[in-house]
T-cell receptor
Framework: NAGVTQTPKFQVLKTGQSMTLQCAQD?????MSWYRQDPGMGLRLIHY???????DQGEVPNGYNVSRSTTEDFPLRLLSAAPSQTSVYFC??????????FGQGTRLTVV | AQTVTQSQPEMSVQEAETVTLSCTYD???????LFWYKQPPSRQMILVIR??????QNATENRFSVNFQKAAKSFSLKISDSQLGDAAMYFCAYRSAGNTDKLIFGTGTRLQVFP
């Protein structure tokens, strides 16, 4: 089992470019989330989904879009990248009230 | 809104010794879950231990144990017989028991282990 797979692992973008961070899980978990990790700030929730077709905003949603068309996939879209979006991004999944399982993260740099 | 506070940005311990990492949280809920996650330099987030708020007994996983004080809203992590591989960032996290996947994290404590 691969668990939670994030791609790419590293990415450099120019300001204004768009891109999609991919997250795929083979654990059949209904819950999926995206977090960003910044120095000194821990992890903060961007968007989350409680099932296919259902998404909601977290603590820091501005500048990001998500969709959940299948149980397995939960992509995060940056429509127009800004330097403030330089961060490490984590996708996480869970089933019900169990602990979250994280992908290996994507380090994104916006120049 | 719930908050999680880790007041120790850095801690250090000698190999084989014991260290305690502090975490406090604020919530008006009575039912919730608390977690400690470890993040080594590889960046991977690894679950260390989990505590259900309705359980009075403190959780234990091998060398890792917690001191859960519900009234004081405190959730500290004790690492016994510290090993070099324990060196990492440690994050305390809170999760409501409601129908949500939201984790609220503290800012982390960097643990150094000296031989």
């Amino acid at each position: 089992n691969a668990g939670v797979t994030q791609t790419p692992k590293f990415q450099v973008l120019k300001t204004g470019q768009s891109m999609t961070l991919q997250c795929a899980q083979d654990m059949n978990h209904e819950y999926m989330s995206w977090y960003r990790q910044d120095p000194g700030m821990g992890l903060r929730l961007i968007h989350y989904s409680v099932g296919a077709g259902i998404t909601d905003q977290g603590e820091v949603p501005n500048g990001y879009n998500v969709s959940r068309s299948t149980t397995e996939d939960f992509p995060l879209r940056l429509l127009s990248a800004a330097p403030s979006q330089t961060s490490v991004y984590f996708c996480a999944t869970s089933r019900g009230l169990t602990e979250a399982f994280f992908g290996q993260g994507t380090r994104l740099t916006v120049v | 809104a719930q908050t999680v506070t880790q007041s120790q940005p850095e801690m250090s311990v000698q190999e084989a010794e014991t260290v305690t990492l502090s975490c406090t949280y604020d919530t008006s809920e009575s039912d919730y879950y608390l977690f400690w996650y470890k993040q080594p330099p590889s960046r991977q987030m690894i679950l260390v231990i989990r505590q259900e708020a309705y359980k009075q007994q403190n959780a234990t996983e091998n060398r890792f144990s917690v001191n859960f004080q519900k009234a004081a809203k405190s959730f500290s992590l004790k690492i016994s017989d510290s090993q070099l591989g324990d060196a990492a960032m440690y994050f305390c996290a809170y999760r409501s028991a409601g129908n949500t996947d939201k984790l609220i994290f503290g800012t982390g404590t960097r643990l150094q282990v000296f031989p």
